[in-house]
């Protein structure tokens, strides 16, 4: 079945046609022509890719996002990034990072990190003499903490996928986040030294605590999830469920600009996302129950093992990969093509499964924010109204420190499971 499965998703990606009906057309073509199963085996195995507890974290995370998202609270988060940090030079790219941080651990998506503070971002810092391709090239590089910093709709991917607790991953994503955040700060001040970028935000220290109330009910959000899932009041599930009452009720009673015709703009758009999301689960089920029949896992196994059994060897093996498949799939897309096959290379070393998680969903968030299929830089882009070709050479200094990072979690896997 493979020379029927693989060839035909490719020509169908190569078409242009979706990821999630690639992989079920694919998979029908093989099953039919180069096999004797029937066709009752489709409908139940995209049930059963769907059909788990933990996916209802999917439309809730989704929706909590959302609603937070419409509350426009990114720009009191970029107020206290501005009063934190704005004051070093290249203060704004600092800021654009610092509060990319703060609103990925609310929406958990890279492209609505990268859309909300860059619609805030960018122009201040075209304003401000940088670069329009470099102010795009900070907010789609920082966006990518959407995925990493807790909670993290591709750690729950990932989780369903794997196995792995959803609620370990969500923890030990905590310190990698701030450790590439710091990284990425870094980085500006480098380049604004060099370019002798000026200092940029406020010096009124007392701006500090007005700044830190305005902002407090959002920073409560991500805080009320981690410390529900680790005092173990509630699991990540549960969780989603709680951000989902926590966002109507910041803003109906809190902000109040949150009404009823907002709220369904709100519904239809979790919908449809996460119509999209299970399909592709379901399809990616589908695919997976292929592969796995012709014991491409076990394939994929002797073949790696086979040249070497050294973890970190293997580490830096799956790392090559994710960068170049993360430039051309989607996350989720990528993350249902690769796990299945590499979690028994995973199982067999030992490696931990929620390291692995958190390394795997780090190394394809830097695909959001690089060429050719990236979303973050089309985001970017749109909003600085440039093309993509120099918005990514401006990222290249970016792609570095993430990749620098995965191989410094490479040589001291501690680091991913401190709070584990």
Known sequence: MLEILFPSFAVLVLLGIPIAAALGASSL???????????????????????????????????????????KISAKLVNLASVVVGRLPGGLAHVATAASAMFGAISGSAPATTAAIGSLMISSMVERGYKPSYSAAVVASAGALGLIIPPSLTMVIYGVLSGASIGSLFLCGIIPGALIALALILLNYYIARKNSFVESGPRERQRFLPALRQSA????????????????????????????????????????????????????????????????????????????????????????????????????????????????LENAAALVLLIPPFMNVVTSLGIDPVYFGVFTVIALGVGTFTPPVGLNLFIAANIAKVKIEPISYQALPYVAVYAAMLILFIVFPSLLLILK
């Open 29 to 71: 073509l093989a099953i039919i022509l180069a096999s004797n199963v029937s066709l009752l085996i489709l409908p139940q195995k995209i049930l059963n890719g769907i059909n788990g507890f933990p996916f209802m974290a999917i439309p809730l995370f989704l929706f909590a996002g959302n609603i937070m998202s419409e509350t």
């Open 217 to 328: 009910w959002a920073l409560m959000m991500p805080l009320l999830i981690m410390g529900g899932i680790y005092s173990g009041a509630f699991t990540p599930t549960e969780s989603a469920a709680v951000a989902c009452g926590y966002g109507l009720a910041v803003g109906f009673v809190i902000y109040r600009n949150l009404t009823l015709a907002t709220l369904y703009a709100i519904l239809k758009n979790t919908v449809e996302s996460t119509g999209l999301i299970m399909f592709l689960m379901g399809t990616a089920n589908l695919f997976s129950y292929v592969i796995t029949a012709e014991q491409v896992p076990q394939t994929v196994e002797r073949f790696i093992l086979g040249f070497t059994d050294n973890p970190k060897v293997v580490m830096l093996l799956f790392l090559a990969v994710f960068l170049v498949v993360g430039t051309f």
